[in-house]
Nanobody, 134 residues
Framework: QLQLVESGGGLVQPGGSLRLSCEISGLNAGAYAIGWFRQAPGKEREGVACINNSGESTKYADSVKGRFTVSRDNAKSTIYLQMNSLKPEDTAVYYC???????????????????????????WGQGTQVTVTS
């Protein structure tokens, strides 16, 4: 049984930075593509970024491109989401999800890949709150 635990959320001012972590335990973390998602109050869950199992390929939502960076350290079974230049509209609960059955589509767009991860992910974390406010 795989477990995902997010951490690193908190309260930050606009323009600030946070680094979220998604720690995986239970199975081989390197076998799973990981997606980061967020859900703000009253809004639908949306994909933010995703990374393939090796960490060599990443994709991002247009709303975070250039500000967020997803990376992973499989030796530590941890995936990171570095968030810079944060905006109030980034306020949400952030989740990571692991998908190991469908595989990575290098030629897919971000929307295509994150949709697959959202639908096929076998494991989800409990979420960490990010609040951006002055």
């Amino acid at each position: 049984q795989l477990q995902l635990v997010e951490s690193g959320g908190g309260l930050v001012q606009p323009g600030g930075s946070l680094r979220l972590s998604c720690e995986i335990s239970g199975l081989n973390a390197g076998a799973y593509a990981i997606g980061w998602f967020r859900q703000a109050p009253g809004k639908e869950r949306e994909g933010v970024a995703c990374i393939n199992n090796s960490g060599e390929s990443t994709k991002y939502a247009d709303s975070v491109k250039g500000r967020f960076t997803v990376s992973r350290d499989n030796a530590k079974s941890t995936i990171y989401l570095q968030m810079n230049s944060l905006k109030p509209e980034d306020t949400a609960v952030y989740y990571c999800a692991a998908e190991g059955r469908v595989g990575w589509g290098e030629r897919m767009t971000f929307v295509q890949m994150i949709t697959i991860i959202a639908r096929a992910a076998e494991y989800w974390g409990q979420g960490t709150q990010v609040t951006v406010t002055s």
